[in-house]
T-cell receptor, first 118, second 113 residues
Framework: AQTVTQSQPEMSVQEAETVTLSCTYDTSESNYYLFWYKQPPSRQMILVIR????KQQNATENRFSVNFQKAAKSFSLKISDSQLGDTAMYFC???????????????WGLGTSLAVNP | DVKVTQSSRYLVKRTGEKVFLECVQDMDHENMFWYRQDPGLGLRLIYFSYDVKMKEKGDIPEGYSVSREKKERFSLILESASTNQTSMYLC????????????FGSGTRLTVV
């Protein structure tokens, strides 16, 4: 069965510094999607960044980037120039097939709580 | 701006009551999902639907049912609420192949007393 592991339950970083959140996953598929979601204290879950497994280039969205290592099944999130508004729970997720066709459901890690300190 | 709207942000119900949690999306998404979120347990899938009148059990369907009579609306039903169903409930929707990820509602904090 596919699994997603986030080994850091809690992390903290000083404002303006860089932090990396870890995520590993297990799958036998060759193509799939990986996602990072952010859930701030207001609790609305927001998509931060996504990666398609067949693309070797690491995805980047402004201050957020990933280090995708397919062979190692690793998908870490780097946040540069951390801001107070980055304080949130971060979830890593993997899209697995639901069955026939293209429908998929997400497999979730348990999350990493990130605190950005002033 | 695309949206997933959950009808209640906070809800308090009594043990044994029948509870309806409503979710509406305006993006014409095919897939809709109900999760519950508990500290230390992450997100657990209760039910999902990939078409009108279609439903599939997730990982923890016991004590819940769902209804999807229209594409935009996906309702979660607690047939007889119990205190162990006190939780945060999140609704989400997505297009077919999930390459764009999910769009979430803002959640309903349900307390069963």
């Amino acid at each position: 069965a596919q699994t997603v592991t986030q080994s850091q339950p809690e992390m903290s970083v000083q404002e303006a510094e860089t932090v990396t959140l870890s995520c590993t996953y297990d799958t036998s598929e060759s193509n799939y999607y990986l996602f990072w979601y952010k859930q701030p204290p207001s609790r609305q879950m927001i998509l931060v960044i996504r990666q398609e497994a067949y693309k070797q280039q690491n995805a980047t969205e402004n201050r957020f980037s990933v280090n995708f290592q397919k062979a190692a099944k690793s998908f870490s999130l780097k946040i540069s120039d951390s801001q107070l508004g980055d304080t949130a729970m971060y979830f890593c997720a993997f899209a697995q097939p639901l069955g026939a066709g293209n429908n998929r459901k997400l497999i979730w890690g348990l999350g990493t709580s990130l605190a950005v300190n002033p | 701006d695309v949206k997933v709207t959950q009808s209640s942000r906070y809800l308090v119900k009594r043990t044994g009551e029948k509870v309806f949690l409503e979710c509406v999306q305006d993006m014409d998404h095919e897939n809709m999902f109900w999760y519950r979120q508990d500290p230390g347990l992450g997100l657990r899938l209760i039910y999902f639907s990939y078409d009108v009148k279609m439903k599939e059990k997730g990982d923890i369907p016991e004590g819940y049912s769902v209804s999807r009579e229209k594409k935009e609306r996906f309702s979660l039903i607690l047939e007889s609420a119990s205190t162990n169903q006190t939780s945060m409930y999140l609704c989400a929707s997505s297009l077919g192949p999930h390459r764009d990820g999910y769009t979430f509602g803002s959640g309903t904090r349900l307390t069963v007393v």
